[in-house]
């Protein structure tokens, strides 16, 4: 499997990398072979990702019952990921987090709304046939040195939620853990992880000196954003340079005389190898389209210095190339292959930190 790296990474703060953590979770449940770079256990154990970044919205009268009891909840919720075993009806919320948190602080409030959602409203939750979920449970990613603290505090929000006449659903953290030799997936005992038992489960083999980071089938998500900003830019500058290629891609294999037509939304699916159709709806899915359409614009700007309105774009029909002959294909491509998108343009985009929270 290819390895995309981002430039250095600390081997001892990348088990706490959001984007790491969610990423990890996307290779796990591919349909790939095993014995390779990555081991997919989620995907061995017969699950699938159903969607990525859901907005999780309790029933009233959940919603009502905790507000009576005085616990303080979000909204509404969205987790990194939902998996699915469909052949059981099995479901499972999941969540990464850099580190542990306290019963009293404000992401509790997110957390009270997943325990709840993973419980018996899981298929009105989801929006599903009630007889669709057999079995629904929600799961914690974090840093394996902060997984005993933060099932401290899933065992608090949980009986907190019983008290108030809510019935909580199973819930279980899961560590990673930087081993001499690879990265290994830590279930707590007596606890199980999507049908994963207790244990721990090397998933991905590492080198001294090397980056262990697989290919990013996220390569960007403003809802999991490195510490580092050098690391922020690094990761939009990977999901701009799979746009350009998935461009580069249509335009080489165009007829011409002949015209390609495309959205934002396609390119994106192109880049993410589909996962970008399961995002769910929501300011995060918004701000990536709003940068990419930005970097679309600026790559339109450029080819059509060589090609005038070779790019053209309209608000109801999305995007068009037109190819009007070989030439113009031979000028297109070759601008898009030169392309660069300058740093002080990449640092006007709209920054995540602006997005509202949800």
């Not at 799961?139 to 899933?154: H, I, K, N, V």
């Not at 390609?260 to 970008?276: K, N, Q």
């Amino acid at each position: 499997m290819a390895f995309e790296p981002t430039g250095p990474v600390s081997r001892s703060g990348l088990t706490g990398d959001p984007l790491f953590q969610l990423n990890a979770l996307l290779w796990l449940a591919q349909p790939i072979p095993a014995g390779g770079s990555v081991e997919p256990l989620l995907y061995r154990e017969g699950f699938k990702v159903h969607a990525l970044g859901p907005a999780l919205t309790l029933p009233l009268n959940v919603a009502y019952a905790l507000g009576r009891a005085g616990l303080a909840t979000q909204g509404s919720a969205r987790p990194e990921l939902i998996l699915k075993r469909l052949e059981e009806g099995e479901y499972a919320i999941i969540e990464c987090k850099r580190s542990s948190f306290g019963p009293t602080s404000s992401t509790s409030e997110q957390a009270r709304v997943l325990l709840a959602a993973a419980g018996p409203p899981c298929a009105d939750v989801l929006g599903l046939p009630r007889t669709h979920v057999s079995t629904s449970s929600l799961g914690y990613l974090t840093r394996d040195d902060q997984r005993a603290r933060l099932s401290d505090t899933l065992r608090a929000l949980s009986d907190e939620l019983r008290q108030a006449g809510v019935d909580p659903g199973r819930s279980t953290v899961v560590g990673l853990k930087e081993r001499d030799f690879d990265i290994a997936l830590v279930v707590e005992a007596g606890a199980s992880f999507c049908r994963i038992p207790a244990g721990e489960y090397p998933f991905i083999r590492t080198e001294p000196g090397t980056d262990p980071r697989p290919l990013y089938l996220i390569p960007y998500d403003p809802d999991a954003l490195p510490q580092d900003e050098s690391e922020e830019v690094r990761a939009k500058q990977q999901l701009f340079e799979r746009v350009r290629v998935a461009l580069l891609t249509r335009v080489g294999q165009a007829p011409v005389p002949g015209s390609i037509h495309f959205t934002i939304p396609e390119l994106l699916s192109d880049a993410t190898w589909g996962l970008f159709n399961i995002w769910g709806a929501g300011g995060s899915r918004s701000h990536v389209i709003d940068i990419t359409r930005a970097f679309v614009r600026a790559l339109a700007i450029n080819v059509n210095k060589s090609s005038p309105k070779a790019i053209t774009s309209a608000p109801d029909t999305g995007w068009t190339i037109a190819l009007d002959s070989t030439t113009t294909q031979d000028k297109v491509r070759g601008r898009l292959m030169r392309f660069e998108f300058a740093a002080k343009t990449m640092k006007a985009l709209p920054q995540a930190s602006l997005l509202p929270q949800d």
